[in-house]
């Protein structure tokens, strides 16, 4: 079983702050927002923001640009794909294990 | 039955089984015939109990995983932390006796953020919401 890249870590590790998973799940649904829009609905600072953005951003979960003096953020669906990786190696694993444990029930005394 | 549970996002596995929940119970929770299906480890069915499964380490996997027991309710239920490569996400079995035999299903879902009691609320909170936004794009993904 190989369960994890590097890059599968990160994406879980990013993933596993609430505050972050909100941002994240903010610019999936309403799209492209500038830091600015995205504190006034947050309920941390904008230097916090900024700080849980980069951090989604070094996971590829998320793609930054300039727009004169603001920075505006998107969502990087395509960075989701170790998540789903994740899933169907151990929806595989718990499957093979699953028949073991059939295969022990049948051994057992009842 | 294997899904990637489509509504979740979780790993959800389904089977009927020909045994009684007691006897399914033990294979879940009796050290040795856990090992014998799932791997070597040192469980104990005591909530709080912290754990390792082992495993032979392969080039991309140590073959180490950290749990800690979150609930035990024999025969119907049994919930563990599975913590793996930094990966944190929660085991849970729940087992439903049927006219012949048991119905048992393992849910596994991640990103829970807190620990302890909070697991369960953390991680259907963090979760849920982050599927919310996840549904929508899944299609452009497969």
């Given at each position: 079983m190989s369960l994890a890249r590097i890059s599968t870590d990160q994406v879980f590790k990013s993933l596993a702050d609430p505050t972050r998973l909100a941002l994240l799940e903010r610019l999936l649904r309403d799209g492209e927002q500038s830091v600015v829009a995205l504190t006034a609905r947050a309920s941390v600072s904008q230097p916090a923001v900024s700080k849980h953005l980069a951090v989604l951003k070094r996971a590829g979960l998320v793609r930054a640009r300039r727009d004169g003096r603001e920075t505006r953020y998107r969502a990087h669906p395509q960075g989701l794909a170790p998540v789903i990786d994740w899933m169907q190696r151990y929806a595989a694993f718990w499957g093979e294990r699953f028949d073991r444990l059939e295969d022990l029930l049948r051994r057992m005394d009842p | 039955m294997t899904t990637t549970d489509t509504a979740t996002r979780s790993v959800v596995i389904e089977r009927q089984l020909p045994h009684a929940p007691a006897k399914v119970w033990r294979a879940l929770t009796e050290g040795p015939l856990l090992t014998d299906w799932l791997m070597a480890n040192d469980f104990r069915p005591e909530v709080g109990h912290r754990f390792t499964f082992r495993a032979p380490p392969v080039p991309s996997w140590n073959g180490i995983v950290e749990c800690e027991v979150l609930a035990v309710e024999p025969p119907s239920r049994l919930a563990y932390t599975w913590g793996s490569l930094g990966l944190q996400s929660v085991v849970t079995f729940t087992l439903t006796a049927t006219a012949t035999g048991t119905q048992l299903r393992m849910e596994q879902s991640g990103f829970?953020?807190?620990?302890?009691?909070s697991y369960f609320k953390g991680a259907q909170y963090g979760w849920q919401g982050f599927l919310t936004g996840l549904e929508r794009v899944l299609g452009g993904l497969a």
């Amino acid at each position: 079983m190989s369960l994890a890249r590097i890059s599968t870590d990160q994406v879980f590790k990013s993933l596993a702050d609430p505050t972050r998973l909100a941002l994240l799940e903010r610019l999936l649904r309403d799209g492209e927002q500038s830091v600015v829009a995205l504190t006034a609905r947050a309920s941390v600072s904008q230097p916090a923001v900024s700080k849980h953005l980069a951090v989604l951003k070094r996971a590829g979960l998320v793609r930054a640009r300039r727009d004169g003096r603001e920075t505006r953020y998107r969502a990087h669906p395509q960075g989701l794909a170790p998540v789903i990786d994740w899933m169907q190696r151990y929806a595989a694993f718990w499957g093979e294990r699953f028949d073991r444990l059939e295969d022990l029930l049948r051994r057992m005394d009842p | 039955m294997t899904t990637t549970d489509t509504a979740t996002r979780s790993v959800v596995i389904e089977r009927q089984l020909p045994h009684a929940p007691a006897k399914v119970w033990r294979a879940l929770t009796e050290g040795p015939l856990l090992t014998d299906w799932l791997m070597a480890n040192d469980f104990r069915p005591e909530v709080g109990h912290r754990f390792t499964f082992r495993a032979p380490p392969v080039p991309s996997w140590n073959g180490i995983v950290e749990c800690e027991v979150l609930a035990v309710e024999p025969p119907s239920r049994l919930a563990y932390t599975w913590g793996s490569l930094g990966l944190q996400s929660v085991v849970t079995f729940t087992l439903t006796a049927t006219a012949t035999g048991t119905q048992l299903r393992m849910e596994q879902s991640g990103f829970p953020a807190q620990g302890g009691d909070s697991y369960f609320k953390g991680a259907q909170y963090g979760w849920q919401g982050f599927l919310t936004g996840l549904e929508r794009v899944l299609g452009g993904l497969a």
